[in-house]
């Protein structure tokens, strides 16, 4: 049943005899399966195939008025699509936020955002809702647990609210893990079972995608990198310890210690930067870099070696077939992805790197909405009766 | 079908009628599936169960003449044991060897050891055998897989050789994995979904046990965790990096430390053990440490502080239920224990720390074999037609 509306969703329209051959399914219990999901509204008949020799067969595919909302919410953004049952996008909105608003005013906006689209004739009713939130989530009671840069959501009711607001299944995860089913779907690590999404932004995350599902850990913190300790003397952290993976390296470290570099004249590509504006980011650090600044060139090698060190460790331990490199710091590119790669290879076991790609995302922003849109189908195909 | 013989496994003989409830199976489901078991020898009547009230039900069990062989081959030992389908032993063979003799003789002996317990009527055929070896395996294909200490075992058909002298299906897996199993068939994670075990013995592995099953990665060298870097500036390893956990702390290296503080006078207890005999061991630093030697005290701290760094990015990144100690080094007791918890509680979330037991294992020397028979007897139970 799943495995036949996830065929549709994500292969399009097909010929039943294509679709039994491609599943494995008996010309029988096929059409029973496909009458169940006529009935159910899911699935609907798209006229004859092309003759493959006997009778033609009708072609089927995932009903079109399908419609499924994906939110992802990051520290700074609320991204929201509407796409259809073959998760193509219909309505997009894109913002800047602060999540530390709380959960009131930021799930109102999404309301405001999901009310325009219907406004404009996008849908009529939503059959399902994912949405991703930058923090631990318990998947099931679908609310976020302890996050910690998300004062005031701690285990506010995100399912239950908008579920009762949409009247349809909702999903609530965690942003990385979204971003790693949206790689999986769309994205470089297409049909790859055991990944991991490693996203580097603001702070640091892990999805952890095995045996073909996102493996979410006992309380639903799995993944949580950024705070595995890398230097026991280094700065402290958010959180309390010192020398966590995200005090040393993460966007908002990067930015304090470019800072720094331009403020003590020892990288001029830094201080004129900063003479231009009030900040500066990891946009700063890439753009300078790409100039040749020794000394952006330092800071990224030195963060890429901070993170390969512990990736190496992760790949000794989990022995995945991809990492997948996303965030908003791999915009610091092939110099970051080179030392990550150099330091994973030199440290893990041979049998283990043997052939374990180290890749960017190819879907960079996209990842969590595409993600959440993924969940949220799943979720409406597991309910059909 | 599994599930009715994992139950008669593991619960014993059991009515009809409770064997229903407890599974959930219908009464004519149940039937039929139970038909199929006794015709294919694997479930047998015993007797008429007490009355419940109504239709007194019929006792089923496992067959007594159910036989499976576990086979535990460690870096230094061979333990074979021959269980019925209660995985009750029925003999029990352990000897010193060398895994380095290579697979031959090794696996000859083994062959001696099972025609022995044949020869005394323990049994007269083998439904199964379970196999775990020191060093990584492809689990799908049986083998070996570059294992580092153990020379000319690589891709050496252990399966095949095995499956064609005993005429049943054989499973080969790695030693950790069937410690974890074993553990948690009749150890500490007794229904523990997802826990790691840690053997610290001559090197150090993990198991990984997630959703109910053994994580074994996309190689099978999953859980290597031995050659994660904790000291970069630390002692060279047996692969060729520094400072890999297992170089700084593992029987070996725990050895070589109590060496030198004997040598150096620095350390009376190990002083006056080394004047008695050859060499020094893990043991004499335990009963160093039990005798109130403080560099005794302070080596397991030590090393107890390393497992504990790389065991608290490990509970960051895959947020278990449990933690278990096993292998040779265990026991060094609650001095090791106790450093080891007490980095993991400080140096991980609380999210993931809030209700995480560290604890050492129960079976000890015995995780192994028992491992070995669970496998055994899966194997055996997944091909009654």
Redesign the interface.
């Known amino acids: 049943m799943l495995s036949i509306l996830r065929a549709l969703r994500d292969d399009g329209a097909v010929s039943r005899a294509e679709l039994g051959d491609r599943l494995g399914l008996t010309r029988p219990r096929l059409t029973g399966e496909i009458e169940r999901l006529i009935r159910a509204g899911f699935v609907t008949e798209a006229g004859m195939a092309a003759s493959r020799g006997g009778r033609r067969s009708t072609l089927v595919e995932i009903h079109p008025r399908l419609r499924f909302a994906a939110v992802d919410l990051g520290a700074g953004s609320i991204d929201v699509e509407v796409v259809n049952g073959r998760l193509e996008t219909l309505a997009a909105y894109r913002e800047a936020t602060d999540i530390r608003q709380g959960p009131k005013p930021i799930l109102h906006r999404v309301g405001e955002l999901l009310a325009k689209a219907r406004a404009e004739g996008v849908y009529d009713r939503l059959d399902a809702v994912g949405i991703g939130v930058p923090g631990?989530v318990s998947f099931r009671d679908g609310v976020p647990?302890?996050p910690p840069i998300m004062p005031g959501w701690d285990r506010y009711p995100v399912r239950e609210l908008l579920a009762r607001e949409h009247g349809c299944p909702v999903v609530v995860d965690n942003d990385v893990n979204i971003m790693a089913i949206g790689e999986r779907h769309g994205g470089v690590a297409r049909s790859v079972d055991?990944f991991l999404f490693v996203k580097i932004g603001t702070g640091i995350g892990?999805g952890?995608h095995?045996?073909g599902g996102v493996?979410?850990?006992?309380?639903?913190?799995?993944?949580?990198?950024g705070?595995?300790?890398v230097d026991a003397g280094g700065p402290t952290c958010s959180?309390g310890?010192t020398g966590c993976l995200e005090a040393v390296f993460s966007g908002a470290a990067l930015a304090r210690d470019a800072l720094a570099a331009a403020r003590s004249g020892a990288s001029p590509a830094l201080a004129e930067r900063l003479g231009r504006s009030a900040g500066l980011t990891a946009r700063d650090v890439a753009d300078g870099a790409a100039e040749g600044d020794v000394v952006c060139i330092k800071l990224i090698r030195e963060g890429g070696r901070r993170v390969g060190?512990?990736l190496?460790?992760?790949v000794?331990?989990?022995?995945?077939?991809m990492i997948v490199i996303g965030g908003g710091l791999a915009q610091l590119g092939h110099v970051l992805l080179a030392e990550i790669r150099s330091v994973v290879y030199?440290?893990?076991?041979?049998?283990?790197t043997?052939n374990l790609p180290v890749v960017l995302s190819e879907l960079s922003g996209r990842a969590g909405v595409t993600g959440a849109a993924v969940l949220a189908s799943d979720a409406a195909f597991e309910q059909v009766p």
Not at 316 to 321: D, E, Q, T, V
């Open positions: 631990p647990v302890s055991d892990c952890i095995l045996s493996y979410r850990g006992v309380d639903g913190c799995a993944g949580d990198i705070h595995i300790q959180c310890n060190g512990v190496a460790a992760l000794s331990f989990a022995n995945p077939s030199r440290r893990s076991l041979p049998l283990a043997g």
